[in-house]
């Protein structure tokens, strides 16, 4: 099986790590608040351009209006 997505920028990769990691360490998946403040990044917005982006290029899924649904593929 190939995987026919867009490769992740290193950040992005470093994102889809963050919330595997998180979700392993937790029992439930970290929230934008709690990935910007783990990944060093200020705004929280810059957390979610990534998560839209990679969700586009489907790495990441998520309920919209859902707390902590946010899950790597």
Not at 53 to 60: D, P
């Amino acid at each position: 099986m190939t995987d026919d997505r867009p490769p992740p920028t290193k950040r992005q990769a470093a994102v889809v790590r963050t919330i595997v990691a998180l979700t392993a360490q937790q029992g439930y998946p970290p929230t934008i608040r709690e990935l910007a403040a783990k990944m060093g990044i200020s705004s929280p917005n810059g957390v979610a351009c990534h998560l839209r982006a990679l969700r586009q290029k489907g790495y990441v899924v998520w309920v919209e209006g859902k707390t902590r649904t946010l899950r790597a593929r």
